[in-house]
């Protein structure tokens, strides 16, 4: 396997030690807050846990679903939650593709979110199943029909989270080598001897050599042209569930485009709030400026843009049809029932994030940080607008007079306090499993780092 | 799929001998599988006891359908009330459904909707276990075993034709049928059910539920390879030219599915009975 | 809009089997007549012809009686009664209506004659048919996937095979420790 990107060799490695102090202080150490956040948020996850098991008793119903409402919040969470881990990819892959020396404490965090997210994501098949028990069917062959996008779904999802699980772990081998290092050095204990082991598996034979670290960012470089595609396959064939049907609504050749877009929209919005949390946490506020912040702001809000553009085509283009169906629902959202959320979305999730971008006095890191929140709260609502709508207006009696029997904001769908549980705790499972993982991780990834530093400074650049 | 197609196709092929001389003709139905082997005048009385129709060593002998009469449906729901009761649902779970319909003039007419059972089904593909399939018969049913419940198929109908159990389903006594795709009684708590045209009642000669209780008649059920169909008045007509003479026509055509349910238009109207007179 | 379902092809019923049953209408009724039917020969195509020969009680031809024709349907319960044709009786007092089978097997047919007041004379015939019309109506389409279906499905799971691979792959090479590669 020849490597796909030209890597120069790598110049002579220079060991930042005031950076691995500051990085490797929380892995080595518990930091005092560690625990009882770990507490509370795993209190909300086994709500969420307790809420789901309900539902298993009482069957969909309890979750607000009914024949009027087929789809609803369980699917638009499947679609946000995996959305939303797309900024690994992009912060991670595009960046280091285009060799953005700043892309580089930024890495591990995007890395690490995408991690997290896209389980969490896929969770979501779970609650959303009737019949859960049975979903081994999905993996055994015998059962297998390959003509329908469900079953692609399935299969692109779990290849994209093997791709981001070696995409997190490739990265990972120097600076787990350097944290074996550090442990070496410490007094033997059982949760040191613990540690050693679980490093050495991660290390495996990787010793460093120069030969060794080409080869290894050689394999980087592949993965990262790699997951690209992977990443937009993934939405995509997500939406074909949707619109391989002839439901108005759903029945949209934008949806791929469309799907792909708001997840690297919301993604980016997603990674921005990890940096930022963690940047707090872990005390990196010299290694993460608002530089930073600006930079990935700007690449949110490019998505963005494009995003606010195929809503405004996609709505334009069916409702001007004034065919009954595709009318009659472009109407219901702009004017009719689903009116508020939309307007959200545009609002929180379209203009103010760009307008925040555009003035120059609130394009700060607090500035960048509540667009991030306002995304990745608008574009959840997004989602529910692109699922519920078409899932739940009558489609026999769309063209006649007689369909006013669908009420309420989400139609014919009603949030539940299931569902509302699962997903609360399927959002504070994002920062518990970040906690977890930051506290075997690195949460910056300090060979990366240094090897950055160590090629800017050979280049005479500013890293 | 493909067999069923095949099977047609060797069936019509014994059946295309042009030649006049029964003899031969005769010969080529017997050697197609299609004969009874029965050659010769039977004459005298017989007994009009119901008894099995022909069956042929080959292939599927019945392709159901139905037509439903728009002009003769007083919206009474009779249909809807016996679906439910035969098969134990619940009252949201209209297998059979009566849709208040509006015509151009702003009035408004009955609708009952079952099954489409479409040749072309859209909900069988999306199904990503296969729980969904077409019998030789032209029935698409689900397997509740395999079923897990993703929903996609609801998603796909254009008919809102499935229905899913998102609750315990209606307890339901022993039946005389096995639980099965033909008889899926009772429900399955989270997955998708729908109208099966009451298949494990129709190889006895049975209709469904839904037209045996049509007061109006509205409901023919029929077989598309004896081009004869029977409503729950006993009266029978021959599809083709009940189509032919009636406009019979197929909801959302549009939609590519080629539905086994033929309607004939109208609210009120007389019935063009005289139809076998151009015959 | 409607979806024409068409009748082709040929049909052949067995036998010029005929009967002549005498079925008094309505017992104890006054002049009964009687009812002769018969199956002509198979006509290729256009089925076969179905006659009546419809005689006053006192043997006499009775004209213009209208002849309603009909067959069991014995693929439903209760066997229900399909028309298949009426016909008014000429001079010589027959009438006559082409069938065309749908189906085959023994086939009972009914015909029946209103004689005037409560008289009504019915007879019945009882055939085998061999050959039934081919009915062009049920086709099991088929979608537009094909075989093009079949290879884009099959390169697709090679895709995703290959990914797997790949990834499984790039761990291993990085994981090999300082040994050369074997392609390198």
Known sequence: ?463 | MSETTSEMASAAGTTTPVTIQRRSVLRAAALGGIGLGVLGAVGGTVALAAEPSSTTSSGPTKQWCMVIDLRMCNGCQLCTVACQTAHFLHEDQTWMKVYTMTNAAGEEYPMPRPCMQCEDPACVPVCPVGANFRTPEGLVLVDQSKCIGTRICMNACPYEARYFNWGAPEPAPKQPFAQSPEWPVPQVQGTVGKCIDCAAMLPTGQIPECATHCAMGVIYFGDLTSDTAVNGQGQTIKISSFLADNNGMVFKEEYGTHPRVYYIPGHGQDLVSDHDAAS | MSRRVQLLGSLVVAGTASLALFLGGVAGAAGAGSLALRAGSPTHGVGTELTAVVDSAAGAPVANAVVTFAVHVEEFAGAPLLTVGTATTDAAGVAHVTYQPTWAGPTHFVASAALGGATVAQGTLTATVTQTDPFAGPVNATRTDGLIGRWTVAVLLALVAAMWIILLALVVRVQQGPTRPLES
């Open chain 1, 1 to 463: 396997m020849t490597d796909v990107i030209a890597t120069p060799a790598p110049v002579e490695h220079r060991v930042d030690h005031e950076l691995r102090s500051a990085v490797l202080r929380p892995v080595l150490e518990t930091p005092r807050w560690w625990w009882p956040s770990i507490l509370v948020l795993g209190a909300v996850v086994v709500l969420g846990i307790i809420a789901w098991i309900f539902q298993l008793a009482h069957g969909l119903g309890s979750a607000g679903y009914n024949n009027g409402a087929f789809w609803g919040i369980y699917e638009s969470n499947l679609v946000a939650f995996i959305g939303v881990s797309y900024g690994g990819a992009v912060v991670s892959a595009i960046l280091r593709l285009t060799h953005q020396g700043w892309r580089a404490p930024l890495t591990r965090i995007a890395e690490a979110t995408a991690l997290v997210t896209l389980p969490i994501g896929m969770i979501f098949i779970i609650p959303h199943l009737g019949n859960p028990g049975k979903i081994w069917e999905l993996i055994w062959l015998p059962y297998w029909n390959l003509s329908s996008p469900i079953l692609w779904d399935f299969f692109a999802v779990s290849t994209y989270l093997m791709a981001t699980i070696v995409f997190f772990y490739l990265p990972l081998v120097p600076d787990a080598q350097v944290v074996l290092t550090q442990l070496d050095a410490e007094a033997p204990s059982t949760r040191v001897r613990v540690r050693q082991t679980l490093y050495r598996v991660l290390v495996g034979r990787f010793g460093g050599t120069p030969t060794e670290r080409r080869r290894l960012n050689g394999s980087i470089g592949l993965l990262a042209i790699m997951i690209i595609p992977m990443a937009v396959s993934v939405h995509s064939v997500l939406s074909f569930a949707f619109a391989s049907s002839s439901r108005p609504g759903y029945m949209e050749t934008i949806f791929p485009v469309y799907f792909v877009v708001a997840a690297l929209y919301s993604g980016v919005a997603l990674v921005v709030l990890s940096v930022a949390a963690v940047r707090k946490l872990y005390h990196l506020e010299s290694y993460i400026s608002s530089r930073h912040f600006v930079r990935l702001g700007f690449l949110m809000i490019a998505f963005g843009a494009a995003y606010l553009y195929l809503t405004f085509t996609e709505y334009l283009i069916d409702g001007y049809s004034n065919t009954a169906g595709p009318a009659a629902w472009v109407y219901q959202i702009i004017a009719g029932r689903y009116w508020v959320p939309f307007w959200f979305y545009f609002v929180a999730g379209g203009l103010v994030p760009i307008l925040i971008m555009a003035i120059k006095p609130l394009r700060t890191m607090t500035g960048v940080t509540v667009a991030s929140v306002l995304v990745v709260l608008s574009l959840w609502v997004k989602r529910l607008v692109i699922v519920i709508p078409p899932a739940t207006e009558p489609i026999v009696r769309a063209a006649t007079k007689g369909s006013g029997a669908v009420s309420g904001l989400w139609g014919t769908f009603h949030f539940t306090w299931v569902p509302i549980s699962i997903t609360v705790a399927a959002t504070a499972a994002i920062p518990l499993l970040l906690l977890i993982v930051f506290r075997f991780v690195p949460a910056l990834s300090v060979t990366e780092m240094e090897e950055v530093a160590a090629e800017s400074s050979h280049q005479g650049g500013r890293p």
